[in-house]
Nanobody
Framework: QVHLVESGGGLVQTGNSLRLSCVVS????????MAWFRQAPGKEREWVGT????????YYAASVKGRFNISRDNAKNTLYLQMNSLRPEDTAVYYC????????????????WGAGTRVTVSS
């Protein structure tokens, strides 16, 4: 069974940084595109960014571009989200997702999802 477990969320002040991790078990992610999504209270889930299978290509939503960075360590089966210059509007539950066997992917149709980690940015 495949599990994605996010960690690293918490409460931070505006302008600070957080690094989220997503550890995958039950499959090797080395052939999977992976992504981060977020869902703020009362809003629909939105795409944050995606990395291709080896991390050479990354894509970001306009709202986070230049502040967030996605990386991955396939040897550790782990995906990361470095979030800098955090703003109150970044407050959300952050989810990682995997698209199995697909080296590049943009979309919401993930094969696997984590349960999320909450990030709260205070003003």
């Amino acid at each position: 069974q495949v599990h994605l477990v996010e960690s690293g969320g918490g409460l931070v002040q505006t302008g600070n940084s957080l690094r989220l991790s997503c550890v995958v078990s039950g499959r090797t992610i080395s052939s999977d595109a992976m992504a981060w999504f977020r869902q703020a209270p009362g809003k629909e889930r939105e795409w944050v960014g995606t990395t291709n299978w080896n991390g050479d290509s990354t894509y970001y939503a306009a709202s986070v571009k230049g502040r967030f960075n996605i990386s991955r360590d396939n040897a550790k089966n782990t995906l990361y989200l470095q979030m800098n210059s955090l703003r109150p509007e970044d407050t959300a539950v952050y989810y990682c997702a995997a698209k199995a066997g697909v080296k590049a992917w943009l979309g919401f149709n993930a094969d696997y999802w984590g349960a999320g980690t909450r990030v709260t940015v205070s003003s």
